[in-house]
C-alpha cells in the first residue's frame, strides 16, 4: 500500500434521511452526477449499514465508532434538545483529530448535544416536519435555528416566518408535506449549508490539514424541494414500488398520485442536495485541495418512502437501515472501484483515523475499511444496528448477515426471521417456520455472542 506524503484533509459528508436505492449511484431514480463523478474516482459500497435507525443515536454511532449499547445514546426524546447526549467519558474521532493538530468544523446538521471537538460551528438542527411554528414550539426550539434565520432574514427579511406558515397551510396539511417551498434555492437551509463549507475551506491555512463534517439536512421531510428541484420530475414518470403497490395503506390517503407526488420532491432533493456536494467539490478543486483530501459520502439512515404504506425511519426494513457509502482516499492511496462485503457506519471513525495516521483505539467496535477501499475485498460477517422509541415502549436488536437477516423486539413483542435471498422485499416472517428452525436458532445464538463480545467497556485509551 502506498503511503500519502502528509496527513490528508478530510471531509465527512452526511445526508439525513436518504434511501441508498434512490440515487442514480446506486441505480436509483434520482440523478446525482457528482455523486456518481465522486465514485469513479473513489469505492462504492453497497453493503453499507446503519447501526440505529434514527438520527440522533445513528450520529453518536459515527462519532464514537461504537455500537448504540456502548455509547449509551439509545433514543430521542420527542422534545428534541432534551435527548441526552455522550456520557462525558465518550471520546469521539473529531476530539482525536483536534488534539492531533486538525482544524475540526461542523456546519449543518450533525445532531450533537452539545457538539464536541470542533473549532469551527455553523450547525443547525434541520428540517423538523413537526415543527410548525418559528419559535416556541411543543417540541423545543425551531428546527432550523438562530444562525439560519439571521442569515436568511439578512438575505430576504421575513422569509423565515414564511417557512412556518407554509407548514401550517392546508395544501402542506393534504399533501404529507410535499410542496413547492416558499424559498428559493439560494435561499434554502441546505444551500447555507453548502456556503458555510465552501468558507471553511475557502480559508483553511494550506499548511494546516483539516477535517470538515458537513451535514446536510436533507433530504428529510418535509419535502419541499425549492425553486427548480420541485419540478425536476414529473409525478407521472415516477416508477412506484412492489412494496407500495402490495401495500397502499389508502387509509392514510396514500394514493398512487399522491405517492408519486411525494416521491417526486423525495427525489428532488436528492438532486439538490447531490448539486450542493458539487459545489463544495469544485471549492476543494479550485484550492487545490481535493487530491489530498480523503471524502466520506453517506446517510445517518433512510425512510420508507412508501414502502407498505409508510413514512419515516425506527425500523429495521432495508430501506431504512441500508446506507448509500462512497469514500475517495486522498491521492497516493490505492483505489477499488467497488465493495461488496458489508460494513457499518460504526467503521468511519476508525477510518477516519487510519487514514490520519491516528491510533485507533482498542474502545472502538468499528474497524477501519481502507484496506476494503484500496482491494474492494473483505467485509464483516454481521452488521448490528439496534433501536428504542422514544417513550421506551419498545427495543429491538437487528443482526444481518450477508443472506438472512434477525430482529428481536424483546419478551412478548415478537422475533422477525428473514431470507435476504429468497424474499428481498421482505414480505415473509421466517421466525414460526419449521422449516427454518436451525437458522432462526443460529441467528439468535449469533445476535447473543455479538451482543457479549462487544460489551466493552472503556478500560483505557
Known sequence: MQQINRRPNILLVTTDQQRYDALSVFGGFAQTPHLERLAEEGTKFTGAYV??????????????????????????????????????WEETFMERLQIAGYRTGAVGKIHMFPPRGFEYTRLTNGQGARWRVPYGSQFGPAQLGDDYAAWLERKRPGAYAQIYEQRRSN??????????????????????????????????????PFFL????????????????????????????????????????????????????????????????????????????????????????????AGDYGRFGKADFYEGVIHAPLVVKPPQGDSVAPNADGLVELIDIAPTILDYAGLPIPNTMQGTSFRTIVNTGQGGKDVILCEHTLNDHSRSGKCLRTARYKYIYWGPNQGSTLRDLADDPNEWRNLADDAGSRSILVEMQERLIEHLTLTERPILRR
Open 51 to 88: 447501526n440505529n435507525p434514527v438520527c440522533i443515536p445513528s450520529r453518536a454511532c459515527i462519532q464514537t465508532g461504537r455500537y448504540t449499547h456502548q455509547h449509551g445514546v439509545r433514543y430521542m426524546e420527542s422534545v428534541l434538545d432534551s435527548t441526552p447526549g455522550l456520557p462525558v
Open 213 to 304: 463534517w458537513c451535514g446536510f439536512c436533507n433530504p428529510h421531510t418535509p419535502v419541499d424541494a425549492p425553486g427548480k428541484y420541485a419540478h425536476m420530475y414529473h409525478p407521472d414518470d415516477i416508477p412506484l414500488s412492489e412494496r407500495y403497490l402490495k401495500r397502499p395503506n389508502p387509509e392514510q390517503g396514500l394514493d398512487e398520485q399522491l405517492m408519486r407526488r411525494w416521491l417526486a420532491y423525495y427525489y428532488g432533493l436528492n438532486t439538490m442536495v447531490d448539486d450542493f456536494l458539487g459545489m463544495i467539490i469544485d471549492e476543494l478543486r479550485r484550492t487545490g485541495r481535493f487530491d489530498d483530501t480523503l471524502i466520506v459520502f453517506t446517510t445517518d439512515h433512510g425512510d420508507f
Open 171 to 208: 395544501e402542506y396539511k393534504r399533501y404529507h408535506s410535499a410542496v413547492q417551498s416558499v424559498l428559493d434555492v439560494d435561499e434554502y437551509v441546505d444551500y447555507w449549508v453548502a456556503e458555510n463549507a465552501i468558507d471553511f475551506i475557502r480559508t483553511a491555512a494550506p499548511q494546516e
